[in-house]
């Protein structure tokens, strides 16, 4: 157990439609990362935020959007979602956000969305 | 545009022998090296990682070696276990707190 938790586990729903992924991070890390993993893909970086604040945008579309609250928990908005959506959203947690430091990244288990 | 590559997508080992997952990258930005294992169901699991000062690390079964010239590393696992059957996925970045940038994965398979 890493720690990390994400919810729900599965959400089936369909084109068109909106969907909220919620993560927990680790007690005490402040960074949240967010990626996608479609089939047989690797893990694609979303978005990055440190203590509250958006730190790294990587391949998010304009379509997706994320927030990280006050108690540090994030959220990931997924709109107007399409077939090619469908993927597994990994979220992630490390303890530090600034640079030269080299805190480890821990992952939740994952949210599986499938988009018919 | 691939910045780390794992160009096996699977491989199967015997128990007790050496398995050795390759990967390869682009960026030469890139300082800190990272190997994930990844079950199915669950998210990836941090393995071992090396900074690029160096060009080995050790951790019981699990070595991985980098070759900063030819923009590679590896990853050793001795001797093999069926426990070790997983996804592993090789991970870079840049210094501090930056997102990972990973391969899309090799299966390892390993048969009793």
């Known amino acids: 157990d890493s720690g990390v938790t994400q919810t729900p586990k599965h959400l089936i729903t369909a084109t068109g439609q909106r969907v909220t992924l919620r993560c927990s991070p680790r007690s005490g890390d402040l960074s949240v990362y967010w990626y996608q993993q479609s089939l047989d893909q690797g893990l694609q970086f979303l978005i990055q935020?440190?203590?509250?604040?958006?730190?790294a945008k990587g391949n998010i579309l304009e379509r997706f959007s994320a927030q990280q609250f006050p108690d540090l928990h994030s959220e990931l908005n997924l709109s107007s979602l399409e077939l090619g959506d469908s993927a597994l959203y990994f979220c992630?947690?490390?303890?530090?956000?600034?640079?030269?430091?080299?805190?480890?990244?821990?992952f939740g288990p994952g949210t599986r969305l499938t988009v018919l | 545009d691939q910045q780390v590559k794992q160009n096996s997508p699977s491989l199967s080992v015997q128990e007790g022998r050496i398995s050795i997952l390759n990967c390869d990258y682009t960026?030469?930005?890139?300082?800190?090296f990272l190997w994930y294992k990844k079950y199915p169901a669950e998210g990836p699991t941090f393995l071992i990682s090396?900074?690029?000062?160096?060009d080995k690390n050790e951790d019981g079964r699990f070595t991985v070696f980098l070759n900063k010239s030819a923009k590679h590393l590896s990853l050793h696992i001795v001797p093999s276990q069926p426990g070790d059957s997983a996804v592993y996925f090789c991970a870079a970045r840049n210094s501090g707190n930056t997102p990972l940038v990973f391969g899309k994965g090799t299966r390892l398979s390993v048969i009793a």
């Open positions: 992630a947690s490390s303890a530090g956000g600034g640079e030269g430091s080299y805190n480890e990244q821990f």
């Open positions: 960026n030469s930005m890139f300082d800190y």
């Open positions: 090396i900074s690029s000062i160096k």
């Open positions: 935020y440190y203590n509250g604040e958006e730190r």
